[in-house]
Nanobody
Framework: QVQLMESGGGLVQPGGSLRLSCAAS????????MAWYRQAPEKQRELVAR???????TYADSVKGRFTISRDNAKSTVFLQMNSLKPEDTAVYYC?????????WGQGTQVTVSS
């Protein structure tokens, strides 16, 4: 089993910043598969950022240059630093990790960007 716990969401004004955290526990998951997704109301869940094999990262075009994914391997924690937030970034943000071919998801954390 893999447990993922997100934190750090909240209400922020446009142009502001938030830092999300995802603490992973359990065995058998690969840190290289950890990723952040988001789902806005009435929209499909979409990839925000992820790690690739070899340590590189991939970002959705809509967040490039504003969001940064990072991790602390010693603490099995993944972060998402979000800067220059826009109203269209409003969504529930989910952490994901794979154990083999099986994906595990956190419960999500709400991010609301509004003035």
């Amino acid at each position: 089993q893999v447990q993922l716990m997100e934190s750090g969401g909240g209400l922020v004004q446009p142009g502001g910043s938030l830092r999300l955290s995802c603490a992973a526990s359990g065995t058998g998951f690969s840190a290289n598969t950890m990723a952040w997704y988001r789902q806005a109301p009435e929209k499909q869940r979409e990839l925000v950022a992820r790690f690739e094999s070899g340590g590189s990262t991939t970002y959705a075009d809509s967040v490039k240059g504003r969001f940064t994914i990072s991790r602390d391997n010693a603490k099995s924690t993944v972060f998402l630093q979000m800067n220059s937030l826009k109203p269209e970034d409003t969504a529930v943000y989910y952490c994901k990790a794979n154990r083999g071919l099986i994906p595990y998801w956190g419960q999500g954390t709400q991010v609301t960007v509004s003035s």
